[in-house]
């Protein structure tokens, strides 16, 4: 009676998954081939206190890269789109070092935070004015960035820098790398972690805001993702104004017309038979703007998306949602701006709404006003699943961007085993895995939030893999003709893939057997 019971209420739970009705085939023996290696790896490493999920990426990074099986076939899935990134942040922060290393008019200052001495940098001609709250702070801060940063005496010609410390140690690069990126830190929280992940920004601000060098990372992020099998990218970016030596900042246009030039060139120099890049900008003031400077932002995001339609394709308010404004308190002045007719057009909404572990807070109940205000995306919604049940009646065509290792570097879930994406996916909810500002995470594309999902969740198989995949074309911003385009490159690519897999069985299983000894 009891087994009978059961039955049926598996079969109930099977009949709700989000991968239970799809139309799309997978090869049995590669999907099965897949479990295997999957299960083993997570047999193998769990007992051990080695599972991925289950601890900190600045730990489980070495593991996946070297004892793991399942991350070889992971990176070469095809990826077709990203939905849920920053532009600032898709590019590596070890790229970023070492691409700056011999930039000329760059200087470097130490500046004091609250909570750490952190670099910052200026591209101009002439040595920049004084620094005002430069210098060493409080004892929170490590001995390495200390002396690192004592080495400096206010505004330091960069090269001239990197060489003189290059014969002393690492430390002077090392203090720079970590101010550039946030990968997990010992004893932070969502409070500590987010101020240090805002200081990153902040040291960051000066490099990528050079207009000559910012098109520098469009052009290596065109390449380098390309290159991983992602052809469309959605990134938000601020209303930031690029600057040039002189310190005169160009209008915010200039952003989306380097985007357009520099996607055209990336796009000439491919094959014919390559299915093209595409790039599109969600314009994306921070939430801790006033409602004036929300009219204003949604006046300049309505004419750049008159001028530019086919880079701009939405609207978002960034930043900690524990720390900014809510929803609610935008919500009247966003539908009187919407109610005036003699006001231009706005771009969809995709909004980031429950980014928080907090249960009824109004940042919570963000992801309310985002179905309210109409969203056609969602951005991290974590606290959905606290309210599942009331919500998820309107969100059978909203798309979740999830990012699993940025919940996880930022604090909201320590252990992506228990993460709420499994509930999203028991429920149906459609989600697309994203990887939020992988460059400040220490790794470019999605490959490793991809791994953690596949790692940390027994019921996802390659058909569940091949559905999320398909749900980043699905929900992407873009025609139809673009979606057919994106979807016929990734069915084929795909059939490569499981070709590749089942003729690659012998060396994984045997690979996969050695790293379990």
């Not at 001995?143 to 206010?154: H, V, Y």
């Not at 038979?273 to 595409?278: A, K, L, R």
Request: charged share 25%; aromatic share 10%.
């Amino acid at each position: 009676m009891a087994e009978a019971k059961k039955a049926c209420l598996l079969l109930e739970a099977q009949r709700l998954r989000f991968d239970a009705g799809a139309e799309l085939a997978t090869d049995a023996a590669a999907d099965a081939l897949f479990v295997r290696l999957r299960n083993a790896e997570h047999d193998h490493l769990k007992p051990r206190h080695k599972l991925p999920p289950m601890i900190p990426f600045g730990e489980g990074r070495a593991i996946i890269d070297n004892e793991s099986t399942v991350f070889d076939i992971i990176k070469r899935i095809p990826k077709a789109a990203l939905l849920h990134s920053h532009v600032g942040a898709l590019a590596s922060r070890r790229w970023m070092v070492g691409a700056i290393k011999d930039e000329p008019h760059l200087w470097i200052a130490p500046l004091s935070t609250p909570t750490a001495v952190i670099p910052i940098f200026k591209f101009a001609s002439e040595k920049p004015e004084k620094l005002e709250n430069s210098g060493l702070p409080s004892e929170s801060t490590s001995s390495g960035a200390t002396d690192a940063a004592a080495f400096l005496t206010g505004w330091d010609d960069w090269i001239k820098a990197v060489d003189a410390f290059r014969d002393f140690d690492d430390s002077f690069e090392s203090w720079i790398l970590e101010s550039l990126s946030c990968v997990d830190r010992s004893g932070d929280n969502e409070w500590t972690v987010w101020a240090h992940f805002s200081n990153c920004f902040r040291s960051d601000s000066g490099i990528s805001g050079y207009a000559p060098f910012f098109e520098r990372i469009i052009r290596h992020v065109l390449e380098s993702y390309y290159s991983m099998g992602i052809y469309h990218i959605e990134a938000r970016a601020t209303n930031f104004r690029l600057h040039n030596l002189s310190g005169v900042k160009h209008p915010v246009s200039e952003t989306y017309r380097i985007i357009r030039t520099y996607l055209a060139d990336f796009n000439t120099s491919l094959q014919p038979e390559q299915i093209p890049m595409s790039f599109k900008l969600i314009y994306s003031p921070l939430r801790n703007i006033s409602n004036e400077e929300l009219k204003f932002c949604m006046d300049e995001c309505a004419a750049l998306y008159r001028e530019f339609p086919d880079v701009l394709v939405g609207f978002d308010l960034v930043g900690h949602e524990e720390n900014g404004r809510s929803l609610a308190e935008f919500m009247p002045t966003i539908e009187e701006w919407k109610s005036q007719e003699t006001n231009p057009i706005l771009p969809p909404f995709f909004f980031h709404a429950g980014e928080t572990s907090s249960v009824g807070s109004q940042s919570a109940l963000n992801v309310f006003d985002a179905v309210a205000l109409g969203t056609k995306r969602i951005g991290h919604g974590y606290s959905i699943a606290r309210y599942m049940q009331a919500l998820a009646p309107s969100l059978q065509n909203i798309c979740v961007e999830v990012c699993p290792l940025s919940n996880q570097i930022l604090r909201l879930c320590s252990n992506l085993s228990n993460h709420p994406l499994a509930t999203l996916l028991q429920h149906n909810i459609p989600v697309a895995i994203c990887s939020d500002d992988p460059g400040m995470f220490g790794y470019e594309g999605v490959d490793y939030d991809y791994y953690m999902v596949a790692i940390a969740f027994e019921f996802i198989t390659l058909k569940s893999l091949r559905v999320l995949v398909s749900n980043s074309i699905k929900y992407a911003e873009v025609d139809e003709t673009r979606r057919e385009a994106l979807d016929h490159a990734f069915q084929k690519e795909w059939k490569i893939f499981e070709k590749w897999l089942l003729n690659s069985s012998d060396k994984l299983v045997k690979k996969s057997y050695d790293l379990s000894k």
